[in-house]
């Protein structure tokens, strides 16, 4: 299946998903540039229509992102958290794209997934219960929190490392422009 096409067939349930995940935040606008939960609803067929053209074109791209101070509201005294958001069109395309390579690409990225809870949307509390486990059953366990990890992030070298590591197919084109030519599965508009 075309990502346009998985996108058209799921684009209103994942948007339904997301405004039920994010209601607390329906009204609420990250930034000057952006737009709410609310107004993107408001314009949601158009905002369909705009996605797929862009992709068919290929000429979707993410918007810009801008930082975020987030003050922690549990614990006031703790230090504020810059945070850069993105728009409410890149979220919804992230979890569509996300859940179409879970679905149609998962032998082939199954080596980048190891331990990652997000694909499968069991998250937090089943990646908490896994290190539990580990901890019972293995002489050691690593735990690891890089902070500010993007910050400090090299992408040219981080792209060039994937790109020598990875078969070929994965890292070429961006995932959702290629066609994987071994497969019925097509990624390409």
Same mark, same amino acid.
């Given at each position: 299946m075309l990502f346009k096409d998985f996108i058209k067939e799921n684009f209103d349930e994942k948007f339904k998903f997301f405004k039920q995940k994010n209601i607390k935040n329906y009204d609420k606008k990250y930034h000057t540039n952006y737009v709410s939960i609310k107004e993107f609803e408001n314009n949601l067929n158009v905002q369909l229509e705009l996605l797929i053209k862009s992709i068919e074109t290929q000429s979707y791209r993410f918007q810009k992102l801008y930082p975020v101070i987030i003050e922690n509201k549990? *614990?006031?005294?703790?230090?504020?958290?810059?945070?850069?958001?993105? =728009?409410?069109?890149?979220? &919804?395309?992230?979890?569509? &794209?996300?859940?179409?390579?879970? %679905?149609?690409?998962?032998? @082939?990225l199954a080596i980048l997934k190891s331990n990652d809870f997000s694909v499968s949307g069991v998250g937090i509390f089943q990646a908490r219960q896994k290190a539990k486990d580990l901890r019972n059953t293995k002489p050691f366990v690593l735990k690891t929190d890089i902070s500010s990890f993007f910050d400090n992030l090299v992408r040219? =070298? &981080?792209? %060039? @490392?994937?790109?020598? *590591? @990875?078969?070929?197919?994965?890292?070429?084109?961006? &995932?959702?422009l290629r066609e994987c030519p071994d497969e019925k599965s097509k990624i390409h508009p």
């Open positions: 549990k *614990n006031p005294s703790k230090k504020p958290r810059l945070i850069c958001i993105p =728009t409410v069109r890149d979220r &919804l395309v992230q979890m569509i &794209l996300i859940d179409y390579i879970s %679905k149609h690409l998962k032998h @082939e040219a =070298t &981080l792209l %060039k @490392e994937i790109r020598q *590591n @990875e078969p070929y197919r994965v890292c070429r084109r961006p &995932l959702f």
